[in-house]
């Protein structure tokens, strides 16, 4: 069962959490696009 305090940390902190998260996941996916778009170029120059 959770606490009360819990309930209210949880509600204080998840706003703050989300966003963070986000823009994690944001930027992974850029630096993965990043890194695909790399070695396609590098495809390229090969063939």
Do not use: N
Not at 22 to 39: V, W
């Amino acid at each position: 069962m959770l606490k009360l305090k819990d309930i209210a940390l949880g509600i204080i902190v998840a706003p703050l959490l989300i966003p963070i998260m986000l823009i994690a996941s944001y930027q992974d996916k850029k630096a993965l696009k990043k890194e695909l778009d790399e070695r396609q170029k590098e495809k390229d120059q090969a063939s």
